[in-house]
């Protein structure tokens, strides 16, 4: 079978260049804060951004990790959203960030904004490195966006399809998903070579 066609949607080098920006905006913003800010990595595909980020930024930040699942292992409905790890630390008083790899639907922001406001953060923002407007289900507050894209489903840069793609340096589009669901692993060998095979 013939591998789905991918697309080279944002280039290493314009996610680097956006990702520098946004952490000088994101100092110049806490810059003031008697503590530092914690940023909160929702697990797993904000990583690659959440690691590039911090670096970009040029002030003290504390990281944290939260994963959750939007539909439970029984199959419940989409939009379901749950905590699977919680953080390590308290929220009391402190100036928060949201670290998020792409704002979809706009479910899982939504109920992470509530359940962490609920803990009595000093100030609560998000960031997210793509956001898909067009797909939006529930407005929801957004402070920063890397990437505005459009409706096409992408893999790369933290961003997954079923386990795989994290580790691309760019950021691809998908435009036939199905062609994808049906051999997931059939984009392995045109991104990274025959390998292990
Ligand atoms: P939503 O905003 O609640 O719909 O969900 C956002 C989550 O859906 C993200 O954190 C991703 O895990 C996942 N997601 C949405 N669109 C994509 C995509 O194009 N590629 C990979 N994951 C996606």
Same mark, same amino acid.
């Given at each position: 079978?013939?591998?789905?066609?991918?697309?080279? +949607?944002?280039?290493?080098?314009?996610?680097?260049?956006?990702?520098?920006?946004?952490?000088?905006?994101?100092?110049?913003? !806490?810059?003031?804060?008697?503590?530092?800010?914690?940023?909160?990595?929702?697990?797993?595909?904000?990583? +690659?951004?959440?690691?590039?980020?911090?670096?970009?930024?040029?002030?003290?930040?504390?990281?944290?990790?939260?994963?959750?699942?939007? !539909?439970?292992?029984?199959?419940?409905?989409?939009?379901?959203?749950?905590?699977?790890?919680?953080?390590?630390?308290?929220?009391?008083?402190?100036?928060? %960030?949201?670290?998020?790899?792409?704002?979809?639907?706009? +479910?899982?922001?939504?109920?992470?904004?509530?359940?962490? &406001?609920?803990?009595?953060?000093?100030? %609560?923002?998000?960031?997210?490195?793509?956001?898909?407007?067009?797909?939006?289900?529930?407005?929801?507050?957004?402070?920063?966006?890397?990437?505005?894209?459009?409706?096409?489903?992408?893999?790369?840069?933290? %961003?997954?399809?079923?386990?795989?793609?994290? &580790?691309?340096?760019?950021? %691809?589009?998908?435009?036939?998903?199905?062609?994808?669901?049906?051999?997931?692993?059939? +984009?392995?060998?045109?991104?990274?070579?025959?390998?292990?095979?």
């Amino acid at each position: 079978m013939t591998p789905p066609e991918t697309q080279v +949607l944002i280039s290493s080098e314009d996610l680097q260049a956006r990702v520098a920006a946004l952490g000088a905006q994101l100092s110049e913003t !806490y810059s003031a804060s008697k503590e530092a800010p914690v940023l909160i990595a929702i697990l797993k595909g904000s990583t +690659l951004f959440l690691a590039d980020l911090i670096r970009a930024m040029s002030i003290d930040v504390v990281v944290d990790f939260m994963s959750i699942s939007s !539909y439970g292992s029984d199959g419940e409905r989409p939009g379901v959203v749950r905590i699977m790890k919680d953080l390590d630390q308290p929220l009391e008083g402190r100036d928060v %960030l949201i670290v998020e790899d792409i704002v979809d639907t706009g +479910l899982t922001l939504t109920y992470l904004r509530k359940r962490l &406001n609920e803990r009595g953060p000093r100030s %609560l923002r998000a960031v997210t490195l793509l956001d898909k407007v067009a797909r939006r289900i529930v407005p929801v507050d957004l402070e920063y966006s890397g990437f505005e894209i459009p409706d096409v489903f992408v893999i790369g840069y933290g %961003l997954d399809f079923q386990a795989r793609y994290r &580790n691309l340096s760019k950021i %691809l589009a998908v435009p036939d998903l199905s062609a994808l669901a049906m051999e997931p692993a059939s +984009l392995v060998e045109p991104l990274f070579g025959p390998g292990l095979g």
